[in-house]
């Protein structure tokens, strides 16, 4: 009997240590639920980064002209109606077709000019 008591101490100081490490509330644990608030905060700071990125656009979209007119011109092709605009190919496949070079046009409606190959 004496040797079962001393077995008791060892045994029950294990099963804390086992339930402190692994438990619901344990120590890893709560170093999982550190990482991931950390990881949450990091995606809320560049959620909001977007959201401040989104209210800068909306007040330019809002207030400059400028910024609307670049956005006609990249996204939509948009040109002045006294403006020349020039085309460049710089693919190898038009050069060997013999497309390569430039197609020069007035504003959409207007004629179109094109160089000549002899």
């Given at each position: 009997?004496?040797?079962r008591w001393s077995l008791f101490p060892v045994l029950l100081v294990l099963v804390l240590?086992?339930?402190a490490l692994f438990g619901d509330k344990g120590v890893l644990r709560a170093l999982q639920a550190g990482r991931q608030r950390d990881a949450l905060?990091?995606?809320v700071?560049?959620?909001?980064?977007?959201n401040d990125a989104l209210r800068r656009e909306i007040e330019a979209l809002r207030s400059d002209r400028r910024h609307i007119e670049s956005i006609a011109r990249r996204e939509l092709g948009m040109v002045k109606e006294d403006e020349l605009v020039y085309q460049f190919s710089s693919g190898k496949k038009d050069l060997e077709k013999g497309q390569g070079g430039s197609h020069a046009s007035k504003s959409p409606g207007g004629p179109k000019e094109s160089p000549q190959e002899d």
């Open positions: 009997m004496p040797q240590i086992g339930l905060q990091r995606e700071q560049g959620g909001e980064e977007a």
